[in-house]
């Protein structure tokens, strides 16, 4: 694994090492596991990127968190302004109140982190970077095409449309399913809400399907040995509508606000909404989908988030500016496309820097 003095053979040997390290099956609890205490040359950031890791600013303006009791009520109008402000601003915020128990909370957590801490041999069986049967298990899904890999594991699942159910690994598979329904139900709430946000009515992005097309990621993030030499997650966009997240008391995710990063710290029983690309696009650049980055974990405590990205399931529909919103005063931002083009150019870059906003400006 040394390097050489030609460009040729040095992306000889990373290639020879990334292809070891996918046959493998391992994943890097695995590598982790296996007794590693460096980390291996692919994992390594260029220096760019490694200077920009410090520790986040304290903000005079903090992912807010919002209360949504009472929406159903006489308090709506003040939620929707508060989500409103939100997703102009930071384009993040928690929700607190959300109707989720706070028990399936905590199984949800509990169910893929013991997925990801199974012995190598019971996840070997879907390592795989297909979705055909909509389950796998991988690290890294821009593994080959990014200038370094990331600290972490992933458990992918399509929840809608459903995934083989059997393929969904036993360890966490009702848990995760239960998780899915509370995301049904949150999820058109809180589209409902930013709909009314943009003074449209409250069914208008589930009228478009947006809520139809559900895949989680269960990220793993172990221990790092060098955790300034590397990343959990690099900094990017969200390609979709909304993402929902759940996420574990241990911390690192961080969103970039003008040109300081912002830690979005875990608050007890709050979940995570962030506005994405799809959505900056169809509210004419009201609502902003802002890069966000995960920090490689220095604790000895592995962090686990859940993901849940909601989308379009008409792919070949047209999206653009929502026509309520453009006018002679206020054009459209955007040019007209259908998601699946948008898919297509998202999933052939590096997840570094990966936001496709500007590709699809008027």
């Known amino acids: ?13 990373r290639a ?7 046959e493998s099956k391992l994943g890097v609890k695995g590598l982790l596991d296996s007794g590693l205490t ?9 220096p760019e990127t490694l200077s920009g890791l410090k520790p986040a600013r304290p903000s005079s303006d903090p992912i807010p968190t919002i209360d949504l009791s009472g929406c159903d009520s006489g308090r709506r109008p003040s939620v929707v302004g508060e989500v409103g402000r939100a997703a102009r601003g930071l384009g993040f915020f928690q929700v607190v109140n959300h109707g989720v128990p706070a028990e399936v909370l905590d ?24 979705m055909e049967t909509g389950v796998a298990f991988f690290s890294n899904l821009d593994l080959f095409h990014s200038k370094a890999a990331s600290w972490r594991d992933t458990l992918q699942i399509r929840l809608e449309p459903k995934a083989d159910m059997e393929e969904i690994p036993e360890v966490c598979r009702s848990e995760l399913m239960e998780w899915n329904q509370q995301v049904r139900r949150l999820g058109g709430l809180l589209m409902g809400l930013l709909s009314e946000g943009l003074g449209l009515n409250s069914g208008r992005l589930e009228e478009l399907t947006c809520l139809e097309t559900r895949v989680m990621v269960g990220n793993y993030y172990p221990y790092c040995p060098q955790p300034d030499l590397t990343v959990g997650l690099t900094s990017h966009t969200d390609p979709g509508v909304i993402t929902l997240l759940l996420q574990d008391q241990v911390g690192g995710l961080q969103v970039k606000h003008g040109d300081v990063w912002v830690d979005v710290t875990p608050v007890p029983g709050a979940l995570v909404v962030n506005i994405g690309d799809i959505l900056q696009i169809m509210s004419n650049d009201e609502y902003k989908s802002v890069d966000h980055r995960v920090l ?8 686990v988030s859940i993901a849940v990205f909601c989308n379009p399931s008409n792919r070949e529909n047209e999206f653009g500016p929502f026509p309520e919103l453009v006018s002679s005063d206020t054009p459209a931002a955007f040019r007209q496309f259908n998601l699946n083009e948008y898919m297509t150019r998202f999933f052939k870059k590096e997840l570094e820097g990966k936001s496709l906003i500007n590709y699809f400006r008027a």
């Open 296 to 303: 490689a974990n220095p604790r000895r405590e592995p962090r």
């Open 107 to 130: 199984r949800t957590i509990a169910a893929v982190k013991a997925f990801h801490e199974q012995p190598a041999e019971a996840k070997a069986r879907i390592y795989r970077r297909e």
């Open 38 to 46: 460096s980390l291996p040359p692919f994992f390594i950031h260029p």
């Open 16 to 22: 020879r090492e990334l292809k070891r390290f996918e």
């Open 1 to 13: 694994m040394g390097v050489t003095d030609t460009t040729g053979e040095q992306a000889f040997d």
